[in-house]
DNA sequence: TTGTAAGCGTTATCAT
DNA sequence: ATGATAACGCTTACAA
């Protein structure tokens, strides 16, 4: 408690041990530059005078910083706290700093956060999703740092990629459905970002090989999606089409939700209708019944993510650029089948 | 699409324009001390060149950066995305980047954090609660930029503070279920921080004041709190006291756990059992039945924490350095009281 | 209204 | 192994 006083600087240092400012710097940077006594010299005076580097000035002087930049879309959607927490945790003790940027699911505030974020000279970033604006793109590839999308695959990354294909993940959902017997699948969606739209395209295309498509049953909203909205999702469904048998959810939210709006009208999950949603949140297996949804892994996405990162920074080569970390679909009570037997069959 | 090619500086722009260096950083600052003629040519080069400044060489030439650091115990609480919501939305527009550091309930990593962003001379801070270590109080007290803690109320704010009394939140909760006629009031408390614990004895205090204290009916846990985790809670509560027939949980996502817990053992709420959680976040509404819980204004909070912020770096005079946002219970039928009527009237 | 000169605190480069 | 010197890109203070 006796030190934090002034602003300390190097020289500050390099004057109270008798040295020249750049050997404090080699003895916090490359301590195994200097000699043995004149690195505990330094080490002890930079203890005893609290000195702590001051970042601009090491970024003005050097080419990189330690900042791993993270854009996310949104910093109130579940998903991507468990994406961060696997980013944090994969950080913890590594000599970075991670910068947090929410695009709010605004292309121009992506377009502008990169321009923040590339001109602070980041060790590396990750950006969410794969439909950057060109603008995007071009601040991307200038930035001259390993870069990692996350959330998706695709055949043209960046640099690097890290996620699922929803599409793959929303079809298989629905031949879940289709399998467990319920006929007359609807599909709730909200924000109807890139990733929501993928999966009511894997949604549609399942329902069209079953031939069980029917535009009525697909319901959307641009609004942020949320159990109350669920709850209204599902009752605009029934409103529309009275034989609606099961939704599809784009997420975990919206599916709970729709369970609650069940419960209310007295409709019997899962016997008269199943629910499945997306994600796969923990609460989904305590829901009264326990909802079937399609685990994705976040927490996973987020360490590999990290560590594709700093193996790049390492020099480290990189296996595959792309890696697909999958999906499962988690089958619970909500999704067991509809009470007329015969369409328990798989088809 | 033609922009973005190399490094441009302000030296860069200059020279295009015909002028000096610092005229183009006068133009980007001070526009209004710039000749028009002038302004104009250099604005399009700006825009023509696609200058951006280096925040390095800003930061190091400058007092003060444009940075707004803000620090939050957890990115994947639901209670901190709604600050952080507030934040983001009232922030917009405005020439500060926030910059968000997740502190993941340490001490020690806040301790780090905010020497991390105090060397950077931000033009505000933003912390969570009045807990701070005297390290960090130390770090924050040199920052020499406006503070606002966040979430809690105290006498001795390091500057300015906006939020809650915990405190008394807990007890209003805890006698709203004693007023609705519960008697054996248990309380499920997780993660066991600042906020949580002075809930606790709030709600300590009230069950005193009515003469139905018993620490048997108090569980907590250091875990981070998870739907599943209420339905253990409740678990172990009903365990331990048989006669329980309502509870206090630290938060929403408890409560409905304990909501899920207490349906599938056909324990009616709210005839045999009440439930009040605490945040009021937007499910608790459409749960069955709908759940009790004590509104805290999270949103309100994040903006007028900041402008809080940029009333004190525009220098304006604060009228009261701390602001009580308050809180309310919202009546849900979770906490329609008990079957046996005798007990309905107030306390 | 515009410009000149001198840093800001660190690191890169090249010497010693 | 250590040091002198010159950047890094911008702003402050002062001058014109």
Same mark, same amino acid.
């Given at each position: 408690?006796?030190?934090?006083?002034?602003?300390?600087?190097?020289?500050?240092?390099?004057?109270?041990?008798?040295?020249? +400012?750049?050997?404090?710097?080699?003895? %916090?940077?490359?301590?195994?530059?200097?000699?043995?006594?004149?690195?505990?010299? =330094?080490? @002890? +005076?930079?203890?005893?005078?609290?000195?702590?580097?001051?970042?601009?000035?090491?970024?003005?002087?050097?080419?990189?910083?330690?900042?791993?930049?993270?854009?996310?879309?949104?910093?109130?959607?579940?998903?991507?706290?468990?994406?961060?927490?696997?980013?944090?945790?994969?950080?913890?003790?590594?000599?970075?700093?991670?910068?947090?940027?929410?695009?709010?699911?605004? =292309?121009?505030?992506?377009?502008?956060?990169?321009?923040? *974020?590339?001109?602070?000279?980041?060790?590396?970033?990750?950006?969410?999703?794969?439909?950057?604006?060109?603008?995007?793109?071009? &601040?991307?590839?200038?930035? #001259?740092?390993?870069?990692?999308?996350?959330?998706?695959?695709? #055949?043209?990354? =960046?640099?690097?990629?890290?996620?699922?294909?929803?599409?793959?993940?929303?079809?298989?959902?629905?031949?879940? %459905?289709?399998?467990?017997?319920?006929?007359?699948?609807?599909?709730?969606?909200?924000?109807?970002?890139?990733?929501?739209?993928?999966?009511?395209?894997?949604?549609?295309?399942?329902?069209?090989?079953?031939? &069980?498509?029917? @535009?009525?049953?697909?319901?959307?909203?641009?609004?942020?999606?949320?159990?109350?909205?669920?709850?209204?999702?599902?009752?605009? &469904?029934?409103?529309?089409?009275?034989?609606?048998?099961?939704?599809?959810?784009?997420?975990?939210?919206?599916?709970?939700?729709?369970? *609650?709006?069940?419960?209310?009208?007295?409709?019997?999950?899962?016997?008269? *209708?199943?629910?499945?949603? *997306?994600?796969?949140?923990?609460?989904?297996?305590?829901?009264?019944?326990?909802?079937?949804?399609?685990?994705?892994?976040?927490? @996973?996405?987020?360490?590999?993510?990290?560590?594709?990162?700093?193996?790049?920074?390492?020099?480290?080569?990189?296996?595959?650029?792309?890696?697909? %970390?999958?999906? @499962?679909?988690?089958?619970?009570?909500?999704? +067991?089948?509809?009470?007329?037997?015969?369409?328990?069959?798989?088809?």
């Amino acid at each position: 408690m006796v030190e934090l006083k002034k602003k300390i600087k190097l020289t500050d240092v390099a004057e109270a041990v008798g040295v020249s +400012a750049i050997t404090v710097s080699r003895v %916090l940077r490359t301590p195994e530059l200097v000699s043995e006594p004149v690195r505990l010299r =330094v080490v @002890e +005076a930079v203890a005893r005078l609290g000195y702590v580097p001051d970042p601009a000035a090491r970024a003005l002087a050097s080419a990189r910083t330690d900042v791993l930049g993270i854009l996310i879309p949104s910093v109130t959607n579940n998903v991507f706290s468990a994406v961060l927490r696997g980013i944090y945790d994969r950080v913890e003790g590594l000599p970075f700093n991670i910068q947090l940027g929410n695009t709010r699911y605004s =292309v121009l505030e992506e377009e502008r956060l990169l321009g923040v *974020f590339s001109r602070q000279r980041p060790a590396g970033l990750i950006v969410t999703g794969r439909d950057q604006s060109a603008r995007s793109l071009a &601040l991307l590839r200038q930035a #001259d740092c390993p870069i990692v999308q996350i959330m998706e695959l695709g #055949d043209e990354p =960046v640099d690097m990629m890290v996620g699922l294909s929803h599409r793959d993940a929303g079809h298989a959902a629905t031949r879940h %459905l289709q399998e467990r017997g319920y006929r007359r699948i609807g599909f709730l969606g909200a924000r109807m970002d890139p990733r929501t739209q993928r999966r009511l395209e894997g949604y549609g295309e399942a329902q069209k090989e079953a031939g &069980l498509h029917d @535009e009525r049953l697909i319901v959307t909203t641009r609004r942020a999606s949320t159990v109350t909205l669920g709850c209204e999702l599902l009752s605009e &469904l029934l409103s529309r089409s009275h034989d609606v048998d099961a939704v599809f959810c784009i997420n975990d939210d919206l599916a709970l939700g729709a369970l *609650f709006e069940c419960q209310r009208r007295r409709i019997a999950v899962p016997d008269d *209708f199943g629910i499945c949603g *997306f994600n796969d949140l923990e609460m989904m297996a305590v829901a009264n019944p326990p909802l079937t949804s399609v685990r994705t892994n976040r927490e @996973e996405m987020g360490r590999r993510a990290i560590e594709m990162l700093i193996a790049r920074i390492a020099g480290e080569p990189i296996e595959a650029p792309v890696v697909d %970390l999958g999906y @499962e679909i988690v089958e619970r009570r909500s999704t +067991a089948g509809p009470r007329r037997r015969e369409a328990l069959l798989p088809t």
